[in-house]
């Protein structure tokens, strides 16, 4: 039997079924009332609920052109966002901080899905020849865990850092290159291989003036942003990097590496030999088809101490601690400033209804203890602070703390003319970062029991409702 034959009985009508229902449990945001759906809809016009309605048209349809080994992806369509929170379009686009996002359909999202499953362990089984150097993209790695391994190689004395950035990469990767490390990876495939160069050259797709009719355009190069494949896809280009890095350029030097999508950071012992790495780093990749970024902010070299940090994967790293990104904390004032400007401080119950508003940003999922009826358990935390649990700089969060209080006090003020009463806030038991982050890290020391199920058998319900608790409403 041939590994295409194994895909082949992969894909299962029952399998395509159940990626498009754990699909929809993932994009489901729970804690809305309404459990709202958030599926972008592509180029198609299909969206879920029209989806869903011909749910056994549509599995039929993919299955039968999986089997066939016709199945083709449709256009994609991008969307513009902007990298600085603080930015427009308009303005982001003209500052060259935009990044395009390509949004498929919904049939090609399932197979994108299944095809990142079934060539998972392929890939795993090529990366582990190396230690864990890449951290995206792949399970069982973080971006938290390569900030703890920047910062423990700084403290092993690799001090010495290239700083590096790749240029436009996810939009510049050659196709016919990227093809080649693709039939390198999974030998014997045919049709697989098939399916992949059909994504590699998938076009980018418009709406025409009436609407009825997509127009295409062909990508000469790149790979889309956004997609469950390009992540791999991305990866497995760049492992004959991290290959060459790991046996040769190891070789020469005494370096730690470390790798997040198309960031990358190689620390040295010896201040005299991270000009050569560079060098020799831009040639290989110049070799690919990549560049390193030109911009200075991007592409560095510095000397880590206690006082100097460079900025990796949304943490600010140096010897002596791991703490938030700047940008990071802009953000997050951002949206507690956007919290504070709709809170009306004269109604009666203003500072209990701010306190829950703000819950979400603080706790997450928590703030409703969704448990599961399934497994029984609760569901385990996601929120702010659980992603940032591995900082070392509690000053950060004490000073966050601080403007939160303060902001408080400001807003009440300008929007009553009254001073916030003293203690008014700690009455209410008001959440504290700093707080937060001592509990969260107390209770790593012994372990929780939280539900496992995967989306589809997941049946969570909050176990209360501080909204309905706050204003005596009941159902």
């Not at 792949?138 to 391994?149: D, G, L, M, T």
Request: with cysteine.
């Amino acid at each position: 039997m041939s590994t295409d034959d194994s895909f082949k009985k992969f894909v299962t009508r029952n399998k395509i079924k159940e990626t498009f229902e754990l699909y929809v449990a993932q994009k489901t945001d729970t804690l809305t009332d309404e459990h709202q759906v958030k599926v972008p809809e592509g180029l198609d016009g299909i969206d879920y609920k029209l989806f869903q309605k011909t749910l056994a048209h549509q599995v039929d349809t993919i299955f039968k052109r999986i089997q066939r080994g016709n199945y083709y992806f449709y256009p994609l369509r991008e969307v513009k966002i902007s990298k600085d929170p603080l930015l427009n379009i308009k303005d982001a686009e003209k500052q060259g901080k935009i990044r395009k996002l390509s949004i498929a359909t919904i049939r090609d999202v399932i197979i994108q899905k299944m095809l990142y499953d079934y060539l998972s362990p392929f890939t795993e089984e090529k990366f582990t020849e190396l230690p864990y150097v890449s951290f995206a993209y792949r399970k069982n790695v973080n971006a938290q865990k390569a900030a703890q391994k920047v910062f423990n190689d700084l403290n092993d004395q690799y001090i010495y850092a290239l700083d590096a950035d790749l240029k436009g990469f996810f939009d510049t990767i050659p196709h016919d290159k990227l093809f080649k490390q693709v039939l390198t990876f999974f030998k014997d495939m045919p049709e697989t291989h098939k399916l992949l160069y059909r994504f590699i050259h998938i076009d980018i797709g418009y709406k025409s003036k009436n609407k009825n009719k997509v127009i295409r355009e062909k990508r000469k190069e790149g790979i889309p942003q956004g997609g469950i494949i390009s992540g791999m896809l991305a990866n497995i280009y760049l492992h004959q990097f991290d290959f060459w890095i790991m046996t040769v350029l190891k070789a020469k030097y005494d370096i730690r590496y470390t790798r997040y999508a198309d960031d990358f950071i190689i620390l040295a012992k010896n201040n005299d030999s991270i000009t050569n790495i560079q060098e020799e780093c831009k040639e290989f990749l110049e070799n690919i088809g990549l560049v390193l970024h030109p911009d200075p902010q991007k592409t560095k070299i510095c000397t880590l101490t206690n006082s100097r940090s460079l900025d990796f994967v949304g943490f600010k790293i140096s010897q002596k601690y791991i703490g938030v990104k700047d940008s990071n904390i802009k953000k997050f004032k951002i949206r507690i400033e956007e919290i504070l400007k709709t809170t009306d401080f004269k109604k009666k119950k203003s500072l209990e209804l701010l306190k829950l508003r703000m819950s979400y940003k603080y706790f997450g999922n928590e703030y409703k203890s969704f448990k599961c009826k399934t497994c029984g358990n609760f569901e385990k935390s996601r929120n702010w602070m659980r992603f940032f649990l591995v900082i070392t700089d509690t000053n950060q969060l004490k000073n966050l703390d601080k403007w939160v209080y303060k902001s408080i006090n400001y807003y009440y003020y300008k929007k009553t003319g009254e001073r916030l009463p003293k203690n008014a806030l700690k009455q209410l038991d008001f959440p504290s970062l700093e707080l937060l982050y001592y509990n969260y890290r107390k209770q790593l020391s012994y372990e929780n029991e939280y539900c496992q199920c995967n989306a589809i058998d997941k049946n969570l319900y909050a176990t209360k409702n501080p909204y309905n608790e706050l204003f005596n409403i009941y159902t």
